[in-house]
C-alpha cells in the first residue's frame, strides 16, 4: 500500500470516527433537551428555584360617582428563610430598628428551620427598601473583613402584598365594614360581597443564590387577577352631611343611637345610609358588635309612622276618604284595655287627615277597626312587614309580625297605630317609599353595578316592583302627609322653605327585651316635593334622653339632610298645593264639607 493510500485510509477512519463522536454528542442533546428536558427543568427548579404567591388586590368599593370609599393599597410582606440565618440574635439587632419593632419579638420569627416565615406584614415599600438596602451595605462591607462570608446577614425576601384603605374613614362605616387580619370581608359589604371582591392570586419562581434573589431571576407563571370592583348607589357628599347630621342629633339628645337612610322611591337606589355611632375601619375592632349595620339589624316598634299603613289600607279598601269624620276622645278603651293619646286633650272631631296630622292614637285605633285583622294583616305583609326587603344587606332582619292566630283583644289596636310589631329603619323608609312612588313599592338596592380589573362596567339589574295601593290612594295619602309638617301637625320642624313636604313623626314606646318598655324610639320619615316625590329620608333616634318626640328630634334632622339633598340633585323649588283637606270638623263645614282652595303663590 503506497503512502498515499495509507494517508487517504487514516483519514477516512478519522472521518468515521469524527462523525460516530458527532452522532453521539447529537444524539445526547437531543436526549438532554427533548427527552429529558422536564425532568433536568424539574431538578433545576427545585436546587435553584423558589415559589412564592403573588398577591391579587382586592376590588375597590366606589360611591355612585367613582369616589373611592374601599381600595387596596401596594405594601410588602417581609419573609424570611430561618435555615439561612446562621446568627439569629444579631440579625434581629440589625433588623428590628427598620421594622420599628423590638428584639425580644423579632428573635423568635428569625429562629427555627422554616423555609418561609413572614416577619412583617403589609409595610410599606420604603421600609423595605430600606431594609433591604440596609443589608447590601452590610454584606458588601463585611465580606471584605477575614471570615466575613459567613457573617452576612442573609434570608430575607420581599412578596407584593395589600393593605385595605379607606379614604374616608368613618363615612359609612356600618354600611361597608372592614376586611380582618387573613384578608377576608368581615362585616358590611366587604363580607357580602367578598367572593366578588376578592382577586384570584397568581405565582411566581425566582432563583435563589447565596440566600437572595439573583437579580432579574423573577419569572411570572400565573398572573395575579384583580378582584372585582362595586359601584355603590351612596353618593359621598349625601353620605357625609347624614352621617354629621345624625351624629350631631345622637350626641345633643344623648341617643344610644341614630341612623337616617336617604332613597330614591322609584329606584329604590339608596343614597345614604349613616348610623352612629360609627367607628373606624381602619383601626383594630375589638368589639365585633360594631360592625353591625343597624339600618337592617335592629329591629324596632315604628309607632305612629306605622299609622301610614293603616290609614292607607283602610282607604285602599273604602273605608275612608281624607274627609271622613272622626270623634277622637284621649282615652279609648279596647278589650277592656284603656289607650290614649300622647297628650291629654278633650273630645275632637276631627277628619282622618286631622287625626292623621296630630298623630292621634285613638283615631287610629277607630281606622284600624274598620278592617278586619285578616285585612290589616295582609296589609303590614304588602308593605314589606314581617319580611326581608330584598337589599340582601348582610345580617338583615325581618323584624317581627305575629300572625294573626296568636293575635289577642289588643293586638289589632296596637298594630293600628304601630306598635306591637316591629321593623327595621329599611324597611320603614321602604313603607314611605311605596307612598311616595304611587303605591308601588320597590326593592331597596344599594349597589348600582360591577366593573372588572379593565374597567368595564355592568350595570346591576333594575330592581323588582309590585303594587301595594293603588295611585289614588297614594296620591289622596300623599297629600293627608303634607299637613303633619303644618303649624297645626306634629312636625313643623320638618318643613323645608320653597318645597312640598309630606311626612310622619313617630314617638314609639321602646321594647326592653325583657316583655316591657323602656325609653322611647323618636322618628320622622318623609319626602319631597310632595306633589312630585324624587327622595325619601327617614330619620330615627333610639332612646333620646329628655325631649322625645319624633317632631323635635327627629324633624330638624330630615330638614338638614333634606334640604342638602334637594338642592345638590338641583331639585326646582314648587309651587304650594291649591287645595288641603280640613282637619276639623268645623273646618270641613266651612269649605261646605269638601277641600280648602286657595290660590297659589
Known sequence: MT???????????????????????????IDVQ?????????????????????????????????????RSVAAVNIVVDQVQISDPAKTAAF?????????????????????????????TPDIWNALNTALINYNN??????????????????????????????????????????????????????????????????????GTIIPGSKEVVIEAKAG??????????????????????????????????????????ILAQASAPTFDPTKPIKDISVLRNPAVTDA?????????????????????????????????????????????HATEVLTTTGALAISSNTGAIQVGEMLSNDTLYSYLRKFGIGQLTGSHLPGETQGILHPVSTWSATSAPTIAFGQGYSVTALQATSVFATIANDGVRVTPNVVAGYFDPSGNFTASKPASSVRVVSSDTATKMRLMME???????????????????????????????NGGYSGYTASFIGFAPADAPRYVV???????????????????????????????KHIAPTAPSTIAYPLTSAALKAAGGGVITHAAH
Not at 493 to 509: L, S
Open 3 to 29: 503512502p498515499s493510500q495509507i494517508t487517504s485510509k487514516r483519514i477516512r477512519q478519522l472521518v468515521t470516527v469524527s462523525a460516530g463522536v458527532f452522532l453521539l454528542f447529537g444524539l445526547r442533546l
Open 34 to 70: 427533548a427527552v429529558q428536558a422536564g425532568g433536568y427543568t424539574a431538578r433545576a427548579n427545585s436546587e435553584l428555584l423558589n415559589s412564592s404567591i403573588l398577591l391579587a388586590p382586592r376590588g375597590t368599593i366606589t360611591d355612585i360617582n367613582g369616589v373611592q370609599l374601599a
Open 95 to 123: 433588623v428590628a430598628p427598620y421594622l420599628s419593632t423590638s428584639v425580644s419579638e423579632l428573635l423568635p420569627l428569625l429562629t427555627g428551620t422554616k423555609r418561609y416565615q413572614i416577619i412583617a406584614k403589609q409595610v
Open 141 to 210: 462591607q463585611i465580606v471584605k473583613e477575614p471570615g466575613g462570608l459567613a457573617q452576612r446577614l442573609l434570608g430575607f425576601y420581599s412578596e407584593r402584598s395589600y393593605v385595605r384603605d379607606y379614604p374616608t374613614g368613618t363615612l359609612a362605616a356600618s354600611l361597608i365594614g372592614k376586611i380582618n387580619e387573613a384578608g377576608v370581608g368581615a362585616g358590611g359589604l366587604e363580607s357580602s360581597l367578598d367572593s366578588t371582591l376578592t382577586g384570584t392570586n397568581g405565582r411566581y419562581l425566582f432563583a435563589n443564590g447565596a
Open 228 to 269: 372585582t370592583g362595586v359601584e355603590l348607589t351612596i353618593d359621598r357628599d349625601v353620605q357625609w352631611v347624614a352621617q354629621d347630621a345624625i351624629s350631631a342629633a345622637v350626641k345633643q339628645a344623648h341617643a344610644v343611637s341614630g341612623t337616617v337612610v336617604v332613597m330614591d322611591p322609584k329606584t329604590g337606589q
Open 300 to 344: 324596632y316598634e315604628p309607632g305612629s309612622v306605622g299609622k301610614i299603613i293603616t290609614y292607607s289600607a283602610a282607604m285602599e279598601e273604602g273605608k275612608i276618604t281624607p274627609l271622613t269624620t272622626l270623634t277622637i276622645p284621649y282615652t279609648l278603651k279596647v278589650g277592656g284595655t284603656p289607650f290614649h293619646d300622647h297628650e291629654a
Open 483 to 513: 299637613s303633619v309638617v303644618t303649624a297645626d301637625g306634629t312636625a313643623p320642624e320638618a318643613a323645608i322653605p320653597g318645597y312640598r313636604v309630606a311626612g310622619k313623626t313617630g314617638t314609639a314606646m321602646r321594647a326592653n327585651g
Open 538 to 568: 327617614s330619620v330615627v333616634v333610639q332612646a333620646p334622653q329628655g325631649v322625645h318626640f319624633g317632631g323635635l328630634v327627629a324633624g330638624p334632622v330630615f330638614k338638614k339632610v333634606m334640604s342638602f339633598v334637594l338642592q345638590a
